[in-house]
């Protein structure tokens, strides 16, 4: 108690028992007397406050007790390691090049704007911790210290606000996000983790930040033709009355043949509480569109629900998984329809780094005819499997390239030839080339039911415009198999797993903006954050000696092996090497 300040208690009587008291032995013990009487002179003397914090310096356990302090003297620098994440991106990546870029979306009177620097570091924080949401990008920048020095704001200085993180990316322009793409690309280059030789293409859906039950029905007008105006300006909320019928064929057609599939919501109309329809079961992009984000489109994939999307693009080179290439498109759009886009803008990233695009992996929803006449065209060298529909040959059948015809080889029939007929469109919009034998050929022939059917009594034959490129392809993928194989491995490896980083880890999965313009930059955002982590990772591997001896050409090599092995010889096998040995 002295060393503690106070002074010394007095000591209590212990009142004396009676005989008829009952008392316990351990009472009765002299330690535990003692130890009774100090407790009880501890109550009496000292307050309870500086009981509680006697008794828990007797044990050593520590209480922290916090009060905020008016001034504080703060470092960043001191309190952020030096290895830490944000600061070595700090040191990598250099923005400066944004001011100039971004100098024309700015006037010369008005409030001062955020700095351009720091939206887009902003926007980095947001896809490296997968953050869609803009108030929960603020809040998580203000309680980092790391990310703070990473943005250049001190302690007591405030971020911007959310709103003005939602403005500064509606008012930049797609060039400027993919500028910061091409920088990050460059950097990428510079340390050797891209190749260029093959590129693997794949998509993805992207969701897009508006509701199923958002869809109206477009206008129908009834003649066409008195309308081309209007049609032309806002098409996209207006439909024929043609097109109409033809979707609401479909639906029917749809209804008919699921009826009986096991989901009991299948078959039931959407409505509200009080019975009006929000939303048919069946709807099309020909006749409705989302007010909400009209850029948006309906679309599915097998095993996912229905939903308003956009159609995400990466092309990713096989060295070490680094997008050369990405950029979104209208989720209506066939993977064929848009290897085009995806394939100039890669190969225009390459070029920019002296690299060449030589080879192209893709899966078969990227094969049509368009698209492996532009491959073709381009020189490149594509592997794309031809889709199902597909036939290499007709069983019975030749075709006579110099006549450019079709001649039946059965044996025992009538030796039919299917001359050209021209080409034709057919009721989904596919141009085909029309080969049809006659009447006269076929009737009395013995394999009429088996080939040309029960009812018909001629052979008909439809190819694609576009066969010679299909026939290539499949000579391609045929001649031989296991180089064929091997690049289907490759594409799977390569591709896939980044877009499945993409979509779960660098916030790809959905997009919190409007329009398909902020769709390219949230795609182009996402593709840049991975490229930048993958850079920050990336240890470049010094080649030892054997290493470089093992590039050299093969003449050289040998040559090289021989000069090497005859001085080892000369060296070992000398006679002082003998002459100490036996010395010792």
């Avoid at 001190?154 to 008012?171: A, F």
């Avoid at 897009?208 to 007008?221: F, Q, R």
């Avoid at 850029?295 to 070490?320: C, E, M, T, W």
């Avoid at 070029?351 to 899966?363: G, T």
């Amino acid at each position: 108690c002295r060393s503690g300040g106070f002074s010394a208690p007095k000591l209590l009587k212990i009142p004396e028992l009676s005989a008829s008291t009952k008392v316990s032995k351990k009472a009765l013990n002299p330690p535990f007397l003692q130890t009774a009487v100090l407790v009880a002179q501890l109550k009496y003397t000292i307050n309870p406050c500086i009981k509680r914090d006697f008794f828990v310096n007797l044990i050593m356990q520590g209480k922290k007790n916090f009060i905020p302090q008016l001034f504080v003297s703060v470092n960043l620098l001191d309190m952020v390691p030096v290895d830490n994440f944000y600061r070595r991106l700090h040191t990598e990546l250099d923005l400066h090049f944004i001011y100039k870029a971004t100098k024309k979306y700015y006037g010369k009177e008005g409030q001062e704007s955020i700095d351009p620097v720091v939206f887009f570091k902003i926007l980095l924080v947001g896809y490296l911790n997968n953050i869609n949401s803009d108030r929960r990008l603020i809040n998580y920048c203000n309680d980092s210290l790391s990310i703070r020095l990473f943005l250049g704001y001190d302690v007591h200085e405030v971020l911007p606000w959310h709103s003005t993180i939602s403005r500064t990316r509606q008012l930049y322009g797609e060039e400027i996000f993919l500028d910061l793409f091409k920088q990050v690309l460059k950097m990428c280059v510079s340390k050797g983790m891209v190749r260029g030789k093959r590129q693997a293409v794949d998509s993805v859906f992207i969701k897009a930040n508006a509701s199923m039950d958002s869809l109206v029905e477009k206008e129908v007008l009834d003649d066409a033709s008195a309308f081309v105006d209007e049609l032309e300006e806002n098409s996209e909320f207006k439909t024929t009355s043609t097109r109409k019928k033809l979707v609401e064929q479909h639906h029917n057609w749809k209804k008919e043949a699921y009826k009986d599939q096991p989901n009991p919501n299948f078959n039931i109309d959407k409505v509200d509480e009080h019975g009006n329809l929000i939303r048919p079961r069946f709807v099309s992009n020909h006749t409705h569109y989302s007010p909400t984000d009209s850029d948006a489109r309906v679309s599915v994939k097998p095993g996912k629900a229905r939903q308003l999307n956009y159609f995400g693009q990466i092309a990713v080179d096989d060295a070490h998984h680094v997008i050369t290439g990405a950029c979104s498109d209208f989720a209506d759009k066939r993977d064929s329809q848009c290897i085009e886009k995806i394939v100039e803008l890669t190969e225009q990233n390459l070029n920019e780094n002296d690299i060449e695009l030589e080879e192209l992996l893709a899966d078969g929803g990227y094969s049509s005819g368009e698209a492996l006449a532009y491959l073709h065209k381009k020189d490149i060298d594509a592997y794309i499997p031809n889709f199902g529909q597909y036939k290499p040959f007709r069983e019975g059948f030749v075709f006579n390239k110099e006549l450019h015809q079709y001649e039946c080889i059965k044996e025992g029939s009538n030796k039919a030839i299917l001359l050209f007929k021209g080409e034709k469109t057919d009721s989904k919009g596919y141009t085909k080339l029309t080969y049809r034998s006659s009447e006269s050929d076929c009737k009395n022939c013995p394999f009429r039911e088996q080939c040309c059917g029960k009812s018909t009594k001629y052979k008909k034959i439809d190819n694609s415009i576009h066969k010679e490129h299909y026939d290539r392809m499949h000579k391609k993928l045929t001649q031989n198999p296991y180089y064929a194989k091997k690049m289907s491995r490759v594409r799977s490896k390569t591709v896939e797993p980044v877009i499945g980083t993409l979509v779960n880890f660098t916030n790809m999965k959905r997009v919190n903006t409007r329009g398909i313009k902020n769709a390219n930059k949230h795609v182009l955002m996402a593709s840049l954050t991975y490229n930048l982590k993958k850079y920050l990772r990336f240890v470049v591997k010094k080649p030892t000696i054997l290493t470089q001896v093992a590039t050299l050409k093969a003449r050289k090599n040998h040559a090289f092996l021989k000069a090497l092995i005859f001085n080892l010889k000369s060296i070992l096998l000398r006679p002082l090497n003998f002459t100490i040995l036996s010395y010792n």
